[in-house]
């Protein structure tokens, strides 16, 4: 600290010497010597005494030998000049011994009396006084020791003002804070550091402080370098030396910076949109914020002191709970998904930051954020549904199954079992579909995928792989007999009818199956090998399963030969027809014949219609081998007419797919006109199932045709489904019992039942009726008895070489 008048001790000694004069003149022993000599005191305060006193002091001090104090002997002349009186007599209060002095008084003063004697009592006096005052001194002196360390110690800034504001002290800490130097300062007033406050206000704030004696308050200061900067001055206000401010000013930059910025913290806490839980150690909650609240429900007042348990939803066992805090004392933190409970008992998913803090090692608080990510997670369900489950059954897709697959397989490779995979297609779905229309279609396959769910056990894993076609993984599994039981029950269920749209429907099931990790190792194997299983079950009439063997791999390979050869078939002239003829039970005579393709394949030998007709049909060769069968038949024909048997009808298959081609009616109507046989004696067979497809353009393309004179029969019926409407609006003649129904009318009543009632239908419609697949003599018998009249079947004939044919009809005649 620096004092504006001296920093030196001894000048605080001399600005004191007044009063230290005035202690010596009132002492009782300097009063008796005055009076005794009648000595004027005012001879004391004289320049000369007061500079001999001052050199005394200096002497005492220390700060100068008297015998420097080379004014004396100028101020004593001077003194005796105007003052001294040799009757009067001159008090010096000091010790002449060894000072320059004696030798001048000697000198200069010999005239004078002079009354040393005096000199022990007054020095005594004198030093007893000045004792006394150093006394004081020293206490002041410690005591501005003590005020100058605190005041250069703090870091607060110092001043001292007076009335008028000039700053007449000032410590170090200030002029490090407003950048100017001391000296700067002590030149300076308040008003030249004050930023905010006008003249006027500072006064009246000085006024203030004045009235109430001390004051602290905010306020802006400016620095040298004009940079304003926040402070809190204290001021404390004394009347001494005509009223003196003393002022403490704090730079309180970064205490407003922390209170900014722990605004701002509280602003983010409150409106955060994570929830904020702050615990103790003991985790009992301190403080929340409003998300929190808002999230579970409760009010702050509601939480605090209690533990965050309170939101336990019991979702999590003690394990999970154990792991959470080993993970917390152990890293400091923990991240997860934590299901909590809400107020209203509602639960709700979490995800949770919890984090310890810790002072001097010692955990004081956790912190926890968490948001509910109830939303997020249903979002995240329902995109996980849709890239790994069939959107109409809900089971899962391939993907899934396929993941599910690996699973198993990991599993299976660790306990070294076998897994096996069900490939199901399903019969008839696409008739269904094509007729009763979509939204029926999406119904059976849901029914379907319940049935099948329905009998497989939690741990095995049933998926559809899109249409008619479904897949099981089974897992666990002892036997291969136990899978083929698995494998029946499939096929059971599915004879069950469906109910759809108040009518009866039914499927069927072929199941391959191929096992892991025997038949395949890896996944688009094991698929690929069901799914040739399935074929081969297919291929053999359906309705049934089948173990992937490798013998079912040639079988495949020659599939993909009959393709390939059913290309080049029509121009190699590898088909044939054969007729199978259809007899008059009653008058025991054959009135016609069904036309019935054969392929002899130079390699692969005979190719059954029921193979390649569908595969013609799916790759566009149906329409010109029809046209083939179409004029050959009737060439045929009309060669058995021409050579007498001319009352024979031809029955002719025709392909949906035919009838679907525009020019189908100009080429018919070609061939007929071009072969010449009538066309009353020209049946078209057109099975049930293809005519309620796509009812409407087959009504019509049936209806020209009949216009044309042709006739027209419904063939396989019974396993389709007819509308009754639309069956009275067909132009068909003829129904033909499908041969399923009448190869047990023997041994089954339903069949019976059935065929009984197909006949009853048909006479109400007025429509003639065949009954196919007769093969027994009891068959015709049943067959008569209930009244169908026309048959076809192994009983009388298979279907014959055209000139088989023609020696059986003479035969038969
Ligand atoms: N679009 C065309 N389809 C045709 C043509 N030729 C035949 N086909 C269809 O192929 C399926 C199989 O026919 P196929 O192997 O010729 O079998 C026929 C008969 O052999 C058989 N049948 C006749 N009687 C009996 C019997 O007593 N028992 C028994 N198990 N089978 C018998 O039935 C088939 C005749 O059926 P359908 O036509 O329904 O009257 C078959 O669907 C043919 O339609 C063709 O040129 N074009």
């Known amino acids: 600290m620096k004092f504006k008048k001296t920093a030196q001790i001894i000048d605080l000694l001399i600005d004191n010497k007044e009063n230290i004069l005035d202690v010596w003149l009132s002492s009782k022993e300097t009063q008796n010597i005055l009076n005794a000599y009648d000595i004027e005191i005012d001879t004391f305060r004289t320049p000369f005494a007061t500079q001999l006193f001052d050199c005394y002091l200096d002497q005492i001090l220390g700060k100068n030998n008297l015998q420097d104090c080379s004014v004396i002997p100028a101020y004593i002349k001077l003194m005796l000049k105007h003052h001294a009186t040799p009757d009067k007599i001159f008090l010096l209060p000091i010790e002449l011994e060894n000072s320059i002095l004696k030798s001048f008084f000697a000198n200069n003063l010999s005239d004078y009396e002079i009354y040393i004697e005096t000199n022990q009592l007054t020095k005594y006096t004198l030093q007893a006084t000045l004792t006394e005052f150093q006394k004081i001194f020293n206490d002041q002196k410690q005591e501005n020791i003590y005020h100058n360390a605190i005041l250069e110690t703090t870091n607060d800034g110092y001043w001292m003002a007076d009335m008028s504001g000039n700053l007449l002290e000032v410590n170090s ?222 089971l899962p897709n391939k993907i899934l199954f396929q993941e599910r697959f690996e699973n198993y397989v990991s599993l299976a490779k660790r306990h070294q079992k076998q897994i096996a995979l069900l490939f199901i297609d399903l019969d008839n779905f696409k008739n269904i579909n094509d007729t009763l229309g979509h939204l029926v279609g999406d119904q059976f396959l849901k029914d379907a995928a319940m049935r099948i769910k329905s009998i497989l056990r939690e741990e095995d894993t049933v998926g559809r792989f899109g249409g008619d076609e479904f897949a099981i993984l089974v897992q666990n599994w002892h036997s291969l007999s136990s899978l083929g039981t698995l494998a029946q029950k499939i096929i059971d269920i599915f004879k069950q009818p469906f109910l759809l749209e108040s009518t009866e429907f039914f499927s069927g099931a072929s199941i391959g199956i191929s096992i892991y990790p025997d038949d395949a190792q890896t996944y688009d194997e094991m698929v690929r090998l069901a799914d040739t299983a399935m074929y081969h079950v297919k291929n053999q009439g359906k309705n049934n399963y089948e173990f992937y063997s490798s013998s079912m791999n040639t079988s495949i390979a020659e599939k993909m030969q009959i393709l390939t050869a059913l290309h080049t078939a029509l ?30 394949h130079p390699k692969l030998g005979f190719i059954s219609p029921e193979i390649f007709i569908p595969k013609a049909e799916d790759n566009g060769h149906i329409y010109n081998i029809g046209l083939w069968v179409l004029e050959k038949a009737l060439e045929d024909t009309k060669k058995l007419h021409d050579s007498g048997f001319n009352d024979l009808t031809v029955s002719i298959n025709i392909s949906s797919k035919q009838l679907e081609q525009n020019c189908f009616l100009d080429d018919f109507r070609k061939i007929i006109d071009k072969v010449g046989l009538k066309r009353e004696f020209i049946d078209l067979e057109i099975t049930e199932t293809q005519v309620m497809n796509n009812i409407e353009s087959s009504l019509d393309i049936l209806r020209q045709l009949s216009a044309l004179g042709i006739k027209m029969s419904i063939d396989d019926f019974g396993t389709g489904y007819s509308s009754l409407n639309y069956l009275k609006q067909l132009p068909a003649s003829t129904i033909k019992i499908d041969k399923s129904f009448v190869l047990d009318i023997d041994k089954d009543e339903n069949d019976k039942a059935i065929v009984s009632s197909i006949i009853a239908l048909s006479q109400s419609l007025n429509k003639n009726i065949v009954a196919e697949g007769s093969e027994t003599e009891e068959h015709i018998k049943i067959l008569k008895e209930l009244g169908v009249n026309q048959v076809q079947g192994y009983f009388y004939s298979k279907p014959l070489k055209f000139e088989e044919f023609e020696s059986f009809l003479k035969e038969f005649r």
């Open 571 to 600: 121009e190699n002239n590898e088909f044939h027809l054969t007729y199978q003829p259809k007899i008059n039970i009653d008058t025991n005579t054959v009135y016609g014949m069904e036309a019935l393709i054969r392929w002899i």
């Open 173 to 394: 800490s200030y002029s490090k804070m407003s950048g100017y130097s001391i000296d700067e300062l002590l030149t300076m007033s308040i008003q030249n550091v004050e930023a905010i406050e006008s003249e006027e206000e500072t006064k009246k704030h000085i006024e203030h402080i004045i009235q109430y004696g001390n004051e602290t308050f905010e306020t802006i200061h400016i620095k040298k370098n004009g940079e304003r900067y926040p402070v809190e001055v204290s001021v404390s206000f004394s009347e001494i030396e005509g009223g003196r401010f003393f002022v403490l000013v704090r730079d309180i930059s970064e205490r407003k910076r922390d209170e900014k910025e722990l605004l701002l913290s509280s602003k983010v806490f409150s409106n955060m949109t994570d929830g904020v839980v702050i615990t103790d150690s003991a985790q009992h909650i301190l403080k929340v914020n409003n998300s929190f609240c808002k999230t579970t429900g409760y009010t702050e007042k509601e939480l605090l002191g209690k533990s965050p348990n309170l939101l336990s939803s019991g979702w999590h066992d003690k394990e999970f709970y154990k792991q959470m805090w080993e993970e917390i004392s152990g890293k400091g933190s923990w991240q997860g998904e934590i299901v909590d409970r809400k107020k209203n008992g509602e639960t709700y998913i979490s995800e949770t930051s919890i984090v310890a803090i810790k002072k001097d090692d010692e955990i004081t608080n956790y912190i926890a954020i968490s948001s509910d990510i109830s939303h997020k997670k249903e979002q995240e369900q329902i995109i996980n549904n849709l890239a790994y489950y069939d959107a109409l059954t809900k």
